[in-house]
């Protein structure tokens, strides 16, 4: 894609994306209340409630309704649910938010999430610890990976709904959950990892005296309800001689920076409803509510599409082909969170770090192993995501749904398409969107296919004999097409071979004497 073409996109989807032009209506099943607005489209807020045996009383779903509504949250955690037929009819109710629960088919409460269509997404779910029934009193934690994005601001993260045991007889219960979720969160160091809920207990508590000492005093989390923890105004279970905060929510270490600028607060939702109505019709726990501003991220314009192996021959398709990235930008980019995907129903969201230095190349690949993949040393393994030997595409998405970089080849009838040689573009700073700017590559490596995978498409050798643009070895009109292109682009000194006549800079005169030497057949001597 060329550059301007990037940027005018950028523009049109930046610039109205955040609040989204699609934004969901909600509309609440009644108005008897003025409750808070929790939402900021600029921040992703998550909020942890136990629904205490919901529904208990025929009006509750609506007063739910009405809560959530009025406060529009990214992404609520919800503990205690007694009735799925009136979990379903709360799910109905708002179609703005998209609802996931747990099944256990026992007599313990299930856990729920609810999550909003229009900033969020749900990516996959499932159950955690299957053989820690004891430790988690059955209610094993639901489990989440959601995408939320607004404009191009940007975060991945796990979310975890737990529900512990309550009261003293459940200390050693919640001693081993604990331990049991510190020890996931140090196993999974670089993720985003986010634990909300009834964690039953505080945790300003003694260490001899604290159920959730493992993760209070890990390095690896951090609870961000410490910092109203103790303050009776923010008890989450304001009643009775068990009162605190006992609802917490958790944060991982790679989270940490984005709380510096982040608020943790309990929402008082019976100072709007009055305490008596709250607790007979809705619940006997207020919703802990931890909020973050997402900062807008580097929509990473360097990267290029170099190479292409879409059709090997020495192994097969399925563990031969790759894709080379170059970064003509002068900073490092990562390629974690970006989305690699063509215009059907194939897409792969790169899920760790992979980090691209100016002027580096770096390999997309189908098999990671370079016993079987014809010689390749990929830098990321992808699934889900192939390359058609006919028509395709290589698309690279930011998560905000921009394209960083695109290439669709046609089946050889403007791109090259040979079995076993690869495609590659004859700069980096051409337009890749253009056939003609692509050749067939010349150079063996690993299992005999040609390419030339990780590493810069042509050589400084590849400027003897001068103009020979495309290194077919020929010079012919195609050679004075690409020397005319990037003249008048200004990018030929990404090839040395355009400066026909050796004064430093390639211009019309390159091209005259060019032609010249095509004309009289003396190119190259």
């Excluded at 299930?110 to 997404?121: M, P």
């Excluded at 489990?143 to 200390?171: M, P, R």
């Excluded at 009834?198 to 989390?221: E, G, K, M, T, Y």
């Excluded at 990671?368 to 698309?395: A, M, P, Q, R, T």
């Amino acid at each position: 894609m060329g550059f301007l073409l990037i940027l005018l996109h950028i523009n049109l989807v930046s610039a109205q994306s955040c609040p989204p032009e699609d934004t969901l209506a909600v509309t609440p099943a009644q108005n008897s209340y003025n409750f808070p607005l929790v939402n900021n489209w600029h921040g992703v807020e998550i909020m942890t409630w136990n629904i205490k045996e919901f529904a208990r009383h025929s009006t509750t779903v609506n007063l739910v309704n009405e809560i959530i509504a009025d406060g529009l949250p990214d992404v609520i955690a919800i503990q205690e649910i007694e009735d799925m037929s009136e979990f379903t009819q709360l799910s109905s109710s708002l179609p703005a938010y998209e609802f996931i629960h747990t099944n256990y088919n026992s007599t313990n409460l299930d856990l729920g999430l609810a999550v909003r269509k229009d900033c969020a997404e749900i990516l996959s779910s499932q159950t955690l610890f299957p053989g820690d029934g004891w430790a988690f009193a059955g209610r094993y934690p639901l489990q989440a990976e959601i995408d939320w994005h607004c404009g191009s601001s940007y975060l991945n993260f796990e979310i975890i709904n737990v529900h512990y045991k309550a009261y003293d007889e459940g200390f050693d219960q919640r001693y081993e959950a604990s331990e049991i979720l510190e020890n996931y969160i140090s196993d999974n160091p670089n993720t985003n990892i986010v634990v909300a809920g009834d964690f039953n207990d505080h945790i300003d508590d003694p260490q001899n005296f604290n159920s959730l000492w493992p993760l209070v005093n890990s390095s690896n989390a951090y609870f961000v309800t410490t910092s109203i923890a103790g303050n009776s105004y923010h008890n989450s279970f304001p009643w009775g001689s068990y009162a605190g905060l006992i609802d917490h929510i958790l944060i991982s270490a790679p989270l940490f920076n984005e709380n510096e600028n982040g608020n943790t607060y309990t929402l008082r939702l019976d100072d709007y409803m009055g305490s008596s109505s709250y607790q007979n019709y809705i619940s006997d726990h207020r919703p802990v509510v931890w909020e973050i501003p997402i900062e807008a991220t580097d929509l990473n314009l360097g990267l290029v599409i170099n190479e292409i192996h879409q059709n090997p021959a020495a192994v097969s398709d399925a563990d031969g082909e790759w894709v080379e990235i170059t970064n003509t930008s002068s900073e490092n980019i990562n390629l974690n969170g970006l989305i690699l995907r063509d215009n059907g129903n194939e897409t792969h969201t790169i899920s760790t770090n992979v980090w691209v230095a100016p002027d580096a190349f770096i390999i997309l690949g189908a098999e990671g192993n370079i016993e079987v993949n014809g010689g390749v040393s990929v830098d990321y393994e992808y699934s889900d995501f192939s390359l058609s030997n006919l028509w395709d595409e290589v698309i690279i998405e930011h998560p905000s749904g921009v394209i960083l970089d695109e290439v669709h080849y046609d089946n050889g009838v403007t791109f090259p398409d040979e079995s076993g040689i690869s495609m590659m573009l004859l700069s980096p700073e051409m337009d890749n969107s253009i056939g003609g700017n692509w050749m067939a590559a010349t150079t063996p490596f690993g299992a005999g296919d040609l390419g030339t995978p990780g590493e810069a498409n042509f050589s400084d050798d590849d400027c003897e004999p001068l103009g020979d643009m495309n290194d077919d070895e020929g010079f012919n009109v195609l050679d004075v097409v690409i020397l005319a292109n990037c003249v008048l682009e200004n990018t030929c000194e990404s090839n040395c071979a355009s400066d026909m006549n050796q004064d430093g800079v390639a211009n019309v005169l390159d091209i005259v004497q060019l032609v010249n030497c095509i004309l009289a057949n003396s190119c190259g001597n």
